[in-house]
Structures are given as structure tokens and as C-alpha cells.
């Protein structure tokens, strides 16, 4: 099997991306134009607050055919284009920063380096997507929430008392280990087993979360399926084209400041889950509003009763109308807290509830 040459395999890497940011912005209609949007837009800077939508749906629309043509032709001046682009948008409306979408802006950003380090670059990236979604996932709320009533309950049908057992519980623990362990032994000459293993993953990953399983959260179907294609094709390129030496520039630090060290602050509440590849971690925040004067809202999307008033859950309403998550940063709480007072009602009520979603643990906002 040989090795794909270094701007072949850039190519390669940099389509695939493209083709799936396509796919993704199709899954994900309203969170580009604001055609049958309600869900609040939430820019990066407060003067954006003024801008009228139509610029967005024009920029969105441009954006859409720059990238087919960087699909089409991938050459520098295209892909800075897609760039700056969609740099702008996600300037325009902070849901826009999917953890997917982070990796695609990293990706494209590190394509438009020297080529080769592109390689070097790219695999650092995916190594550590997986070392930092396994450590996030190292906490009882995984255990809890994502293995237990997700996974066990949910899917498999297990009986909550063999589910919540202790033995049953630490078994949870092998998952993010294993995540864990990937992203290193990626490091090791035992790297084309890691691949092969991380292929196996993704493929359960979407038989549990696909059409066959939960049917949950589609958005991240095409993103796994990605992760496959990029395993196998590091299992054909054997990955003999990296070089330490590239670890050692300018560059680098740039990019691991970006995804190495920012990242770390998450874990302290200081940076945002989004960009920290934190991934079905099971320890997010949930933010609820109640409105009189949208009941509309309480009709369309699931609710909790606090203090006899029913809340409406962000995350729900973020998910039916957008197809994504809302990110679980109380920064961004915050903003849309302010932007749904100034906006929608000014005597709105904000609840937040926590790991482990109980009465105990939700507090006003």
C-alpha cells in the first residue's frame, strides 16, 4: 500500500471537509438563514445586533457557492474566500460554533499553511480531538446520564437497577478510556490498529445514535462518517510522511494554543465545551426561560414546572428549530438571557439546571 503524496492527501482531506460542511449547513437550514427562524441570533459583537438578517442570508447564500467551487477547484485564493466567509458568519451568530464546524474551520485554516505540514498539522488535530473528548467524558455525569439512561436504558432496554449497578457503572468507565487511548496510541507504531479501532467506534456510534437506534441528534451523523474517511485514509497513506521537526515553528504554537491550551480552561468553566471537543460529556448545563406572552413556546417544546410555571427548555427549542445544540456556556446564557429580555420579554424568568437534573439542582438565572 502506498504512501498518498503530501498535496494529494491535503486535497483530499480539504474536499471531504468541504463536502461535509455542505452537508452539514443542508441539515442545519436555520441556523444559516432566517427564513423560518425564531431562535435568536447571537453575534460575537454588539454592534452585529443590527444588522439586518438579509445580509446574513446573502452572506450564507455567497458562502454556499464559494465552497462549491473550492469543492470543484480547492486552490488558495477559493479556500481563504470560504474562509473569511464563514468566519464572518460565525461572527453573526455565536450557535453557529458546532463542535463540528470548530473542526472544520481548524482544518481549513491549517490547509491554508504550508502544505507540508499540512499532514503533521491535520493528524495533531485529530489526535487530539480524541484524547480531550475522552477526558471530558471521565466524570459520574457520562457514567450516569450518557452510559446509564442513554446507552443502557434507552437503547439497549436494560432494567435501571442493572444499569445504575456499581459494577455496571465502572464498565462505563472503558469508554472514555478507550477515546482516550486512541488519540495516544495514534503516537505509537501501533497507530493503523488505533484506525481500524476508531472506524469500528464511529460505526457504533451510528448504529446508536442513527435511524436504527435513538434516531438522535442527526447533525452529527455526517460527522462521523467523516471521522471514518479520514481513518481509512490515514490507514492507506501509513503515515510515513510525518515529521516531529514540524512541531517546532511558529505555527504550532499558534495551533496549539488554540486546541491544546484554550481547551484546558473548560474543564474550570473558563472556555467554551464547543471548542474544548467536548462531546457527550454528560455534565452540561440546561437553560429554561418562562414567558407569559409566549405560550406558543410551551405548546412546541419540552418543558419543566418549577414554582408552578412551566419553563421552556432552550436546548429543545434550539434542537427542533436549528438541528443543534445549544453550547452549555453560562457566557452564552448569558447573552441570550439579555437578548430574549431586550427583545421577546422583558419579565422573562431564567432557570438553569445542572448534573444531575434534578429540582435540587436547578436555581434561577
Not at 63 to 75: D, G
Not at 94 to 118: E, K
Not at 137 to 165: C, M, Q, S, T
Request: charged content about 15%.
Amino acid at each position: 500500500m502506498k504512501s498518498i503524496p503530501i498535496l494529494d492527501f491535503r486535497t483530499t482531506v480539504l474536499r471531504l471537509t468541504i463536502c461535509f460542511w455542505l452537508i452539514f449547513k443542508a441539515m442545519s437550514l436555520n441556523l444559516w438563514w432566517s427564513w423560518n427562524r425564531t431562535f435568536p441570533e447571537l453575534p460575537v459583537f454588539d454592534a452585529l445586533y443590527h444588522l439586518p438578517s438579509q445580509v446574513s442570508d446573502v452572506i450564507s447564500c455567497l458562502s454556499v457557492i464559494v465552497m462549491i467551487f473550492a469543492l470543484i477547484t480547492p486552490k488558495q485564493i477559493i479556500l481563504v474566500g470560504v474562509l473569511v466567509l464563514e468566519l464572518f458568519l460565525m461572527s453573526l451568530d455565536q450557535m453557529r460554533w458546532q463542535p463540528s464546524i470548530f473542526q472544520f474551520i481548524v482544518t481549513l485554516s491549517i490547509g491554508l499553511l504550508n502544505p507540508r505540514v499540512f499532514k503533521s498539522y491535520f493528524f495533531f488535530l485529530i489526535s487530539i480531538t480524541y484524547i480531550f473528548s475522552g477526558l471530558q467524558k471521565l466524570n459520574l455525569g457520562f457514567i450516569n446520564f450518557i452510559w446509564g439512561k442513554f446507552f443502557l436504558i434507552d437503547f439497549l432496554n436494560i432494567a435501571p437497577e442493572v444499569a445504575f449497578h456499581r459494577l455496571v457503572k465502572a464498565i462505563g468507565f472503558a469508554l472514555p478510556l478507550t477515546e482516550l487511548f486512541l488519540g495516544l496510541i495514534l503516537w505509537t507504531k501501533f497507530r493503523n490498529w488505533g484506525w481500524s479501532f476508531i472506524i469500528v467506534m464511529h460505526l457504533l456510534l451510528l448504529l446508536v445514535l442513527g435511524p436504527l437506534g435513538t434516531n438522535f441528534n442527526s447533525i452529527i451523523w455526517p460527522w462521523n462518517i467523516l471521522m471514518i474517511l479520514f481513518a481509512v485514509l490515514f490507514l492507506k497513506d501509513r503515515c510515513k510522511d510525518y515529521r516531529y521537526s514540524h512541531f517546532k515553528n511558529a505555527s504550532f504554537i499558534i495551533l496549539g494554543i488554540g486546541i491544546v491550551i484554550l481547551p484546558i480552561f473548560s474543564f474550570f468553566g473558563k472556555y467554551s465545551p464547543f471548542l474544548s471537543f467536548s462531546l457527550y460529556s454528560g455534565v452540561a448545563d440546561y437553560l429554561y426561560v418562562y414567558s407569559g406572552q409566549r405560550d406558543d413556546e410551551i405548546k412546541a417544546f419540552k418543558t419543566i414546572k418549577y414554582e408552578d410555571k412551566d419553563f421552556v427548555s432552550i436546548y429543545d427549542w434550539s434542537m427542533i428549530e436549528l438541528n443543534v445544540p445549544m453550547n452549555p456556556y453560562q457566557p452564552l446564557f448569558l447573552e441570550f438571557k439579555n437578548y430574549f429580555r431586550t427583545y421577546y420579554s422583558e419579565d422573562a424568568i431564567f432557570l438553569i439546571r445542572s448534573y444531575p437534573y434534578n429540582e435540587e439542582n436547578t436555581s434561577p438565572y
